[in-house]
């Protein structure tokens, strides 16, 4: 159970970071807030491309939907309109 949650951990750490390095612009997260991106990231993938295509989405799909999670992160929170305001 504890190599489970730590490999979890690293797991969202990873696919978080790559995720941040794709998507531009400045990113106001915590280092806890990109390693929950990466683990919501990993379960969504999971979850949802399983049933379609019949096998585990992977890091590239789970890279893909924390992409998609950060983008909508910076568009609904301030950390995109920081850089703008006067």
């Known amino acids: 159970m504890l190599w489970f949650i730590i490999s979890l951990i690293v797991g ?3 696919i978080g970071v ?3 390095l794709i998507h531009p612009g400045k990113d106001t997260m915590s280092i806890w807030a990109t390693i929950g991106l990466g683990i919501v990231a990993m ?3 999971g979850l949802v491309v399983r049933p ?3 096998f ?3 890091a590239i799909t ?3 939907v924390a992409v998609i999670l950060l ?3 910076s568009r609904y929170t301030d950390s995109g309109r920081r850089a703008t305001a006067p």
């Open 12 to 14: 969202g750490l990873i």
């Open 18 to 20: 790559l995720a941040r």
């Open 43 to 45: 379960l969504i993938a």
């Open 52 to 54: 379609l295509i019949g």
């Open 56 to 58: 585990g989405g992977g």
């Open 62 to 64: 789970a890279d893909i």
């Open 71 to 73: 983008a909508l992160y």
